[in-house]
């Protein structure tokens, strides 16, 4: 057969896909005509499909069925199998390598590793679950490889902490997971500050000012009291912060005109 270029393909995959072949099964679907079929045959199903709806024949069904008597293994040699691989467990088997038992680096659960694993890392942890919790407490600031310089804004910084975490839980716990603008229990929920935490900062600031701003905003202790959040959906967070922005601007302009 002659090779055809890529454009004679192209014109003969466009010229085969308008008659529109269909699968033969029954489907309805349309056949996806595509390079290979020029050299081997348009197929008659989609793939997956030439045996849908079909059934063996009852004289295939009993061929089969002949066909796999006697292939079973008789239980003496089942046997001989299991007595020759106990020689091979334990110490015994060529690939067992000792193990050394070690604790987690999280939780302090024992582990059995092998010296060339324990030889890998420094620390070791028996999930996934414990490798995060401790990264989420020990590899942050300069440690982190996406470490930039310290950019990120102190409220982010707070927001990011197991104190904040606790608080946010706490104001939640307190008012029973219900939103205390529109009343609507659970949902996306957020801890809204009554006093702003920008004011909150600059507290802390004044109260600790050898200290640096976000060591001092966690020391302290008004920054995380309870009372001093609420709690409300995404939808009256927004207006709550939007409302006050208003508020913002009519004493700005009071302020002007007086």
């Given at each position: 057969m002659r090779r055809r270029g890529k454009?004679?393909?192209?014109?003969?995959?466009?010229?085969?896909?308008?008659?529109?072949?269909?699968?033969?099964?029954?489907?309805?679907?349309?056949?996806?005509?595509?390079?290979?079929?020029?050299?081997?045959?348009?197929?008659?199903?989609?793939?997956?499909?030439?045996?849908?709806?079909?059934?063996?024949?009852?004289?295939?069904?009993?061929?089969?069925?002949?066909?796999h008597i006697g292939i079973r293994c008789p239980e003496e040699a089942k046997e001989k199998i299991r007595e020759s691989r106990k020689k091979y467990t334990g110490e015994n088997h060529p690939s067992w390598v000792p193990k050394i038992i070690i604790h987690c680096n999280w939780c302090g659960s024992p582990l059995e590793r092998t010296e060339h694993q324990i030889s890998l890392s420094e620390?070791?942890?028996?999930?996934?679950?414990?490798?995060?919790?401790?990264?989420?407490?020990?590899?942050?600031?300069?440690?982190c490889a996406s470490w930039k310089g310290g950019i990120s804004p102190l409220r982010d910084k707070l927001k990011q902490t197991e104190e904040y975490k606790s608080w946010r839980t706490s104001v939640y716990k307190k008012d029973n997971y219900i939103c205390q603008d529109c009343f609507e229990r659970s949902g996306d929920l957020n801890a809204h500050h009554k006093k702003f935490l920008s004011e909150l900062t600059d507290e802390a600031i004044k109260q600790f000012p050898k200290l640096d701003s976000f060591d001092a905003c966690l020391l302290y202790d008004p920054m995380w009291d309870t009372d001093n959040g609420i709690t409300l959906c995404k939808k009256c967070h927004k207006k709550e912060h939007w409302r006050i922005e208003k508020e913002k601007e009519s004493n700005c302009k009071e302020t002007l005109e007086a």
């Open positions: 454009g004679e393909v192209k014109e003969w995959i466009k010229q085969e896909q308008s008659k529109h072949p269909l699968c033969k099964c029954g489907c309805g679907q349309e056949i996806l005509i595509q390079r290979c079929h020029l050299y081997a045959g348009i197929p008659k199903y989609i793939r997956g499909h030439a045996w849908k709806n079909k059934k063996h024949s009852e004289k295939t069904k009993d061929l089969i069925s002949l066909s620390y070791h942890f028996c999930n996934m679950e414990c490798y995060g919790a401790w990264k989420s407490k020990n590899i942050r600031g300069e440690k």
